[in-house]
T-cell receptor, first 109, second 115 residues
């Protein structure tokens, strides 16, 4: 059975901290891994990863994929209260997305 | 370009009633899908479609029907609503061409309450 597992389930930090969110996957016909940010609305796209070892960056966020060990991490440096959200890890195989349950990040001032 | 639109935003149904959740996209995406999101369960795939006239079941298809008569529209039908179908429903679409960014575009969601 295809599955995506995220950890931790919940994380509480203070502004300025650096956080690492983890995602492991077991998916047949794996094609890509995606990260989404979800606040009190629909998920918004962050990154798509298809190749191992190539870091993708967008401002304070970065992500990398390890296709040998079947995991990905999402790093957020110098966190801000606006980073508070649920972060979804999603695996895309040949015809569908498989979602993890998400990591809820709360950033306090 | 409106992206992915969903209607209604919120709906209350009585057990046994039927209804259709509408989803439309104007980006000419081949792939469209429906998810439900429940606390602690993440997003679960209900049905998906890789093109007009082609649909398939996802992880939790029971109690739902879909059709894809056009590229733009992908309605989700609840034939006889049950309280277990109380959830937030998201429609999404993707452009599947080889080598393109496989970004999923999500609609704003429909919050459904079944009494």
């Amino acid at each position: 059975e295809d599955k995506v597992v995220q950890s931790p389930l919940s994380l509480v930090v203070h502004e300025g901290d650096t956080v690492t969110l983890n995602c492991s996957y077991e998916v047949t016909n794996f094609r890509s891994l995606l990260w989404y940010k979800q606040e009190k609305k629909a998920p918004t796209f962050l990154f798509m990863l298809t190749s191992s070892g190539i870091e993708k960056k967008s401002g304070r966020l970065s992500s990398i994929l390890d296709k040998k060990e079947l995991f990905s991490i999402l790093n957020i440096t110098a966190t801000q209260t606006g980073d508070s959200a649920v972060y979804l890890c999603v695996s895309y195989n040949t015809d569908k997305l498989i979602f993890g349950t998400g990591t809820r990040l709360q950033v306090f001032p | 370009n409106a992206g992915v639109t969903q209607t209604p935003k919120f709906q209350v149904l009585k057990t046994g009633q039927s209804m259709t959740l509408q989803c439309a996209q104007d980006m000419n995406h081949e792939y469209m899908s429906w998810y439900r999101q429940d606390p602690g369960m993440g997003l679960r795939l209900i049905h998906y479609s890789v093109g007009a006239g082609i649909t398939d079941q996802g992880e939790v298809p029971n109690g739902y029907n879909v059709s894809r008569s056009t590229t733009e529209d992908f309605p989700l039908r609840l034939l006889s609503a049950a309280p277990s179908q109380t959830s937030v429903y998201f429609c999404a679409s993707t452009y599947l061409a080889s080598g393109s960014q496989e970004t999923q575009y999500f609609g704003p969601g429909t919050r459904l309450l079944v009494l």
